[in-house]
């Protein structure tokens, strides 16, 4: 036998006009009885006119209805009202908010990269503070109460620090699943317990063409680094988190072996998996650069300074005795800098304050048995000296050119290309003996008393040809996507050799050439979008129904990452992170650490302070004030029956 059709539940509102007709009120989705109190079960007319009838019919002789006095009175006991369950909320807005300045507090602590313990010193730090700021204030006991009751112990900003990155990887994720499209750039670095970290950044582009780019992930590598470790190791976190690799552009990496290894090497694993889509992948512009500064062949130059710097900076008695003289003889500088190959800016740096410093150095060394003493006197090393500091001041010019977040491919590759012209014009320059942009050789001649014109131009002149030849052969992979890039950032130019340009972006991005074709014709004809070529947000004007695979073309395009920048920008975070003083420090904490001090995102402190249990410090150190504000929890959602409770309880304790 079939059960009968349900019957639909009527539902009932409540109707303003029973406040003066009844005396009762819709607060908190209950009905209640403004008189005594009372709640009924639905907001039927009957319900309330029968407890009104019943309970309180003298309140109609006492106030007649419609009058004034009825009103007035309906106001008086709306306000009594207000008032008690204002009482009640009172504790738990005032833990609510305590709970909220924690999670900011402990964001900034984090977001400094200071340690979770540090938490308690900027609480007493505040306490101290508010005690000579407020000394005045009539509220002073107040303020201090209510910093004395934000929670900044050393677990409560651990868990605030984990429920924080948490939210960050939410926003991360929902970003991720509306981009159009993306590129990962990855690098891998040890921290101060020798534990590999593959380091993982993402750069989204999005339907309004606007790019973000966002820690992904750091993860461990507990054994081996080889190719096929950083592959499944990356693959296990594609699994669990279900990251859309379909979106897929590019990859950039730093070009180590494990990362570029033709058998056996991450990219090349990449590509054997199914998972993988037809991405680009690429070789860090800066690291590239850095390979190409390696070619100037002045290895006697760079062993003698080294030799005569370590010879003072090695042993402490000599380096206090080089500075109290730098000191006596009233230098700019007062120490000397030391170079190292994993800091690309350091020889540069180095070069520039040894040779500023090399008067004082030889009168401070006078007389030592230094073998390499006597090459300071040298005029053509002297001339090799300036020499490459000036050619490393401008490729410490470079470098910092393409540093930087949010480089975009196009403005990395117009970096590169400016300055292979400029070492085509330096040599020229040095062939007719100009020295113009060779301020420290020109300084050099001049103290050794000799014309520009006796200067042996030659042989920089082949170092420089050098570095051009390898700037050249280095940079081949970006040079393809160079006559797409001029034609991405200006389409309408009668110079573009279309049906080349489809071919090459085809292969590029892997597209039809022959639907490129069509469509970079109609754009070229497009008058609305030549019009506004030069409008901020060009490719956002595009349809994707009219030029899809042109807009297709841009976003990839948009998305590339030219460098492993941020990798190495977090890996120094990561040094200060988790420092020698933190070495303890778990992977899970390191990255959510890591994320809430790189992140351009902002926790959502309101949702995460609804999400905490209203406790704070105070009522931890005062059983009777917390056991009040569970109970004013309470009432908000039972009303009348923990009422008596909770006074019985007031009562016992004296509250």
Partial sequence: MSAGPRKKLKTYHFHPEWEEEYFFVMSHSKVICLICKASVTLPKKANVERHYRSVHKAYDS????????RKRKVRELKSQLAGQQSLFLKPTSTAKAANEASLR???????????????????????????????????????????KAVQLSRSTVTRRCEVMAKDLTQQLRKDIEDCECFSLQLDESTDVSDTAQLCVFIRMVFTDMTAKEELLTILPMKEHTRGEDIFRTFKNFVDNTKLPMSKLSSITTD????????????????????????????HCIIHQH??????????????VSLKVACSIRARPLQRRLFRAYLEDADCVHTDLLLHTDVRWLSRGNFLQRFRVLLPEIKEFLHGTKLAEYARLDDEEWLLDLAFLTDITHMLNELNLELQGKDRTVVDMISSVNAFKRRLHLLCSKLQRKDLANFKN??????????????????????????????????????????????????????????????QN????????????????????????????????QFWNLFRVEKYPNVRKCATSLTSLFGSTYLCESAFSQM?????????????????????????????DYATLTDSIQCKSSEYGRDPPKYIELCFAALYQDHGERFLTLLVFMCFLTGK
């Fill in 290 to 303: 850095a390979l190409c500064a390696k070619m100037l062949n002045m290895k006697e130059v760079m062993d």
């Fill in 105 to 147: 507090v402990s964001h900034v602590i984090i977001k400094h990269k200071k340690s979770f313990q540090d938490g308690e010193m900027v609480k007493e730090a505040f306490v101290e503070a508010a005690d000579a700021l407020f000394r005045d204030y009539t509220n002073k006991t107040e303020i201090v109460n209510a910093i």
């Fill in 62 to 69: 006492d106030f007649p209805p419609s009058s004034e006095l």
């Fill in 505 to 536: 972006i085809g292969a590029v991005f892997h597209l039809n050439p022959s639907a490129l074709e069509d469509e970079m014709l109609s754009l070229q004809a497009d008058i609305q979008l030549k019009a506004r070529a030069h409008a901020g």
């Fill in 575 to 603: 040094k200060i992170v988790k420092s020698k003083y933190r070495s303890q420090l778990t992977d899970e904490h390191l990255e959510a650490c890591l994320r809430l001090a790189i992140s351009s995102y902002c926790p």
């Fill in 255 to 282: 070009g180590a072996p494990a990362m570029v290894g033709r058998c056996n090497g991450f990219i090349a694993k990449c590509r054997e998996d199914d998972t993988f889509p037809d991405f680009l992948n690429y």
């Fill in 441 to 502: 050789i020109a300084s050099e001649l001049e103290k050794q008393g000799k014309d520009s014109a006796l200067l042996d131009s030659v042989r920089y002149t082949e170092q420089v040809n050098n570095i051009t030849s390898d700037f050249e052969k280095r940079f081949r992979d970006f040079a393809l996507l160079e006559p797409i890039a001029t034609f991405m950032c200006y389409p309408f130019s009668e110079d573009h050799d279309i049906d080349s340009l489809a």
